[in-house]
């Protein structure tokens, strides 16, 4: 990253003497898609409305193309933001909607013409100009609030949980306009939500935050399969916290442990000493689940199981379409979920209530992290 | 309740408060000086009341009086409204509360504080005082209507038009004025109805050479009552009803 | 940037001027007078004296200053009771009507009162509607004494003042959830136990600030009292419009009328201090 759009150094927010924001340093790209992920309060939308300039830092460095911006007014900044509930101005028209920052800008009518006619085109809103906000649907709605900060070519365009009051179908076809018209205009988007699968499906990198922190940065899929704390991987999706110690190390990252009460393998880029106490997580997809009679049966799978041979009993199935998930008791009473694919060649599901079975993992599924309870 | 209790309670407050208005309007057009009894149709006491220029003169004056005062606490309460809205200043909170004391001061405090202000500054009683008055009487109205306003439309529409490029004097050009238009001219005609409402403090705070409306009838009533008084009840009355009826129709768009 | 910062200044200066010169100031001299004293050829004297309070509660000036706040209690009392069922029967009317209903509400409200005074005499003097009905109806042979008597003053208040009562009450009314009294009948509970534990609670703050406004108007009316009750002036208003206009005593006026202001000063918190709670409340 040579030349980042947007730099963040060690910035600091106080709400009233509340830590809002606490030392977020952060470099976006040039044409990067960030997502900005976290739930409510998490200080997400405050560090978006840093960024757009209705916020000031308590202290630190806001850098927009290496220039310090800090007392530079929203209205002087080449960032423009799609607003949460649109924000349309409800007593002008589409077209009039659109066209007032170009008007701000004392653009000449031709080229104001030209340019929102072009903006309105690329939200396929084109022949809506003389309609009122209020005349148009959500997603309608949220095309011209998109189209009214585009238009403006802005370096970076900010948006602030843009999606949250669609319907899910909808909001899947947002995401991917939105995507096709980054890669198109090809400047740096920044989004805050709080919907991990929406981050997750549009952005280069992800920022996870909490409390004012950033917990995280990376791809998609180095937050979902590295999560560097339990807050992380909690917070993108479902996962399993199994809890051990380690025994010894067996091998280049590869060590002996005592988890849930069974001797395992595990593996693990991480510095882990013997002794050590460790959360083993492992989402449900990570799980193989296998009946105890079959593996008692089958020298093959029973050798399958080397890493690790929980013993369990299924609780409950939960139907969820293209897979079910099954509720597995430990032998020490933890309870894990883990999710299956539906056997195509039998109607009948592999597993029910009452079923003793054999809990392991696809080796170098799991993550190993220092305890932190 | 039942329904018909109801209605019939309902019915009997509504003419517990319409009755004596309705019995001015009758006798308004009864051609008869003193009697209660029906003696036909005429206009001759508007018409009287036409010629009489002392009471034309002063209902003009309570005209002119209200449509200055009004457009004057617009100004001021609008943009009190504006930066209660907008801006965190020191002092907000403290503005809040005063315009809200000052709603429900008893008009006879601020009449005599306002009286105690101008004889301080040894002004002379009369339209100018009488306008300030007034104007100090519909301030904290139109600022509560239009704040309302202002707080039914999202915070922001007005980031969004600062975000586009528009500085504070274009936001409040582009954006806040037409958009609180409705609630605006609501105001205006509030106050307008306030002022001509007012009897107290256009009492102390207008001098002899200045007379409005309510006190000529004052003295009128306490002297004896003519017919003309009637008819220009119920001119009054339909001019109240006018503005009330506008300025609701106005505050009401914004659903 | 400049001038974004020179709009906002000269806005909110203005605002400030105008409430510090116009409110704060004349309320101020409101309160220094009042520790004054009334000169001859001055309109007042220099130094302080607590004597007009003092003279407020002395027995001739307290007797007229009790029957005045009696009359104008019993007055927010009687709009109380009058007013709640009406403004409970409006809000629950239905959409269509409603506005209507309001509006009609509404027109006496901004009426001018001494219009509405007036329009009174027209029913209670000698000759006026009520006595020629009663006379026509045979219950009465001789005219009714109505005008000049403390009841057409107490009527007059009522009368002016009722839509002042409906109206916070209308919009307390107004504001209650109403799954809240659903959920009251839902759980057991009649009409009436609905209506005294779940709606009053939840319009104290407006019942509060009805009572305001009638109370604190009744106390100053002085042309109610003045059209309706004849010379005896009994009202505080009569009597604050006396010093100013007819003893030249502003001091004196002062005093009364700063009396009034710690009166609403009283209810303002009362009011304040209810509508917290209820937020509060509400909160949890």
């Not at chain 1, 340093?25 to 898609?33: I, N």
């Not at chain 1, 479902?238 to 595990?266: C, H, K, R, Y």
């Not at chain 3, 605002?15 to 004293?37: C, D, E, N």
Request: aromatic share 10%; charged share 15%; glycine share 6%.
């Amino acid at each position: 990253m040579d030349k980042p759009v947007i730099e963040l150094i060690e910035v600091n927010k106080q709400y009233n003497g509340e830590q809002a924001l606490s030392d977020i340093s952060l470099r976006v790209a040039d044409g990067e898609f960030l997502s900005l992920l976290g739930p409510s309060g998490c200080g997400k939308t405050t560090l978006l409305r840093l960024i757009g300039g209705f916020e000031s830092c308590t202290s630190g460095t806001l850098l927009l193309d290496g220039m310090p911006v800090e007392g530079i007014p929203p209205e002087k900044r080449a960032v423009n933001t799609v607003f949460q509930n649109y924000a349309l101005f409800p007593h002008m028209s589409v077209f009039d909607n659109v066209a007032f920052g170009l008007r701000m800008a004392r653009k000449a009518q031709d080229e104001i013409n030209g340019l929102v006619a072009q903006a309105l085109k690329r939200v396929q809103l084109t022949g809506r100009e003389r309609r009122r906000p209020s005349e148009l649907s959500g997603g309608q709605q949220q095309r011209v609030a998109i189209a009214r900060a585009i238009v403006n070519q802005p370096r970076v365009l900010l948006l602030d949980e843009p999606l949250s009051a669609l319907d899910h179908r909808l909001r899947k076809q947002m995401q991917r306009e939105l995507k096709r018209l980054q890669r198109t205009l090809n400047i740096s988007f920044i989004l805050v939500t709080h919907d991990q699968d929406e981050a997750f499906a549009m952005s280069d990198r992800v920022v996870v935050m909490q409390g004012g922190h950033i917990e995280q940065i990376g791809t998609p899929m180095e937050i979902y399969e590295e999560p560097v704390n339990l807050y992380v991987a909690d917070f993108v999706g479902d996962i399993n916290v199994l809890d051990g110690v380690i025994e010894q190390q067996s091998g280049p990252q590869t060590f002996a442990a005592m988890v849930e009460g069974a001797q395992v393998s595990l593996r693990s880029k991480r510095n882990v000493t013997p002794g050590q106490r460790v959360h083993v997580l492992l989402r449900p997809e990570d799980f193989r689940l296998e009946l105890e009679q079959d593996v008692a049966k089958s020298r093959d799978l029973f050798a399958s199981f080397h890493q690790a041979k929980l013993k369990g009993t299924v609780q409950r199935l939960y139907y969820q379409g293209a897979t079910y998930d099954v509720e597995v008791t430990l032998e020490d009473g933890k309870t894990v979920q883990v999710t299956e694919f539906f056997d195509e060649d039998s109607e009948d599901l592999s597993f029910k209530p009452g079923d003793k079975v054999i809990l392991g993992w696809y080796e170098g599924w799991e993550v190993v992290l220092p305890y932190e309870k | 309740m039942s329904r018909r209790l109801k209605w019939i309670y309902a019915g009997l407050v509504y003419a517990f408060l319409y009755l004596p208005l309705v019995v001015v309007a009758i006798f308004s057009f009864n051609d008869s000086k003193y009697s209660l009894a029906w003696h036909g149709f005429t206009l001759r006491w508007y018409e009287k009341l036409w010629h009489n220029s002392s009471l034309m003169s002063a209902a003009l004056n309570s005209l002119l009086i209200a449509g200055c005062a009004a457009t004057l606490a617009t100004l001021m309460g609008t943009v009190a409204a504006f930066i209660m809205h907008q801006y965190r200043f020191p002092g907000r909170k403290l503005l809040f509360g005063s315009l809200f004391v000052m709603m429900m001061s008893p008009d006879i405090v601020i009449a005599i504080s306002l009286l105690l202000l101008f004889l301080a500054l040894h002004l002379p009683l009369g339209f100018p005082t009488l306008l300030v008055a007034h104007a100090v009487l519909c301030v904290p109205f139109v600022a509560t209507t239009v704040y309302s306003r202002f707080h039914g439309f999202q915070r922001d529409i007005l980031d969004a038009a600062k975000d586009l490029g528009a500085d504070e004097y274009q936001v409040f050009r582009f954006i806040v004025i037409p958009l609180a238009l409705p609630a605006v001219v609501g105001g205006w005609l509030l106050s307008f109805t306030l002022s001509l409402d007012d009897v107290i403090i256009s009492f102390f705070t207008t001098g002899p050479d200045f007379e409005v409306l309510p006190l000529r009838i004052y003295s009128m009533v306490r002297l004896g009552i003519k017919p003309d008084v009637n008819a220009l009840c119920v001119v009054m009355m339909g001019i109240t009803i006018v503005a009330l009826v506008l300025s609701r129709t106005l505050l009401k768009e914004k659903e | 940037m400049k001038n974004s910062s020179r709009f906002r200044q000269l806005l909110i200066g203005s605002t400030y001027t105008w409430m510090v010169v116009l409110a704060l100031i004349p309320y101020l001299i409101l309160f220094i007078a009042s520790f004054l004293l009334p000169g001859d050829d001055q309109l007042v004297q220099s130094g302080l004296s607590f004597s007009n309070y003092q003279h407020l509660i002395s027995p001739a000036v307290f007797s007229m200053a009790r029957s005045s706040i009696l009359l104008a209690g019993v007055a927010a009392l009687l709009c109380l009771l009058v007013g709640y069922p009406f403004a409970y029967i409006l809000a629950q009317s239905s959409a269509k009507v409603q506005p209507l209903m309001l509006l009609l509400v509404m027109i006496p409200f901004w009426t001018n009162s001494l219009i509405r005074t007036y329009a009174l005499v027209m029913m209670l003097k000698a000759n006026g509607v009520i006595n020629q009905v009663l006379m026509a109806l045979g219950l009465i042979e001789m005219p009714l004494q109505l005008m000049y008597t403390q009841t057409a003053v107490f009527i007059g208040l009522v009368y002016t003042l009722l839509p002042f009562m409906i109206l916070p009450l209308y919009a307390a009314l107004k504001a209650v959830d109403p799954r809240l009294v659903e959920a009251g009948r839902d759980l057991g509970a009649n009409w009436l136990n609905t209506f005294f534990r779940i709606t009053v609670p939840l319009t104290t703050p407006g019942i509060i600030a009805g009572c305001m406004l009638v109370f604190l108007p009744a106390l100053g009316m002085f042309y109610v009292a003045d059209v309706l009750g004849g010379a005896r002036s009994m009202l505080l208003g009569n009597y604050i419009r006396d010093q100013f206009l007819i003893y030249r005593n502003i001091p004196m006026g002062a005093a009364a009328s700063v009396t009034m202001t710690v009166a609403m000063g009283l209810m303002l918190l009362l009011y304040f201090f209810a509508s917290k709670r209820l937020n509060r409340e509400a909160m949890q």
